[in-house]
């Protein structure tokens, strides 16, 4: 059974850079030409799309916060990666990672990580 | 972008069917597929319709999924509601921009 999991520093501080990990088991991350996404949440608020990523590199963004995101991958450890810069308290979210059910970013997220709180502050 | 706008909340009650709509503002909203998670209180999403009205494999037939392109939105119906399906559902589609989440509706089944 795949399974996501989300790492990272409990809190980060106002105009530094967040970063997250997510480690993929069960199932290799070049398996079938996913692609892999990360979204969030903010407190008692609705979900967001921050961007998404294919193992060979290539990434779509949310334009809103293009400007200030950067999603990597190591295929080699089977992880994914999101940094996001010049974080403010309007970043305090819940982040989840999950996969895309295809090979494009327009499927449906099939399996998600649990998700992790990040506070800014 | 577009934006998908969904009720805030609704309620119903036991054994009955409720409908949650979810408004394309721009764009055809048989442009891209429309899926629907389930987002139940410390939980992560899942899916309940995928691709406007498919049903992933575990998810009952109570819940379905239509589109009216006259109206440009999407609905998610569900059947014969018990108190097990009182959860946040959002609906979520895509264009030439990205993934675009609608915000959410409150399912109160008492």
């Known amino acids: 059974q795949l399974q996501l999991q989300e790492s990272g520093p409990g809190l980060v501080k106002p105009s530094e850079t967040l970063s997250l990990t997510c480690t993929v088991s069960g199932g290799s991350i070049t398996n079938n030409n996913y692609y892999w996404g990360w979204i969030r949440q903010p407190p008692g608020k609705g979900l967001e799309w921050i961007g998404s990523i294919h193992y060979s590199g290539n990434t779509y963004y949310d334009p809103f916060l293009k400007s200030r995101v950067t999603i990597s991958v190591d295929t080699s450890k089977n992880m994914f990666f999101l940094k996001l810069s010049s974080v403010t308290a309007a970043d305090t979210a819940i982040y989840f990672c999950a996969r895309h059910g295809g090979n494009t970013p327009e499927y449906y997220f099939d399996y998600w990580g649990q998700g992790t709180l990040v506070p800014v502050s | 972008n577009f934006m998908l706008t969904q009720p805030h909340s609704v309620s119903e009650s036991p054994g009955k069917t409720v409908t949650i709509s979810c408004t394309r503002s721009s764009g055809s909203i048989a442009s891209n597929y429309v899926q629907w998670y389930q987002q139940r209180p410390g939980s992560a999403p899942t899916t309940v319709i995928y691709?406007?009205?498919?049903?992933p494999s575990g998810v009952p037939n109570r819940f379905s999924g239509s589109i009216d392109s006259s109206s440009s939105s999407a609905s998610l119906t569900i059947s014969g509601l018990k108190t097990e399906d009182e959860a946040d559902y959002y609906c979520?589609?895509?264009?030439?921009?990205?993934?675009?989440f609608g915000g959410g509706t409150k399912l109160t089944v008492l």
């Open positions: 691709e406007d009205n498919e049903r």
């Open positions: 979520q589609s895509y264009d030439s921009s990205g993934l675009v």
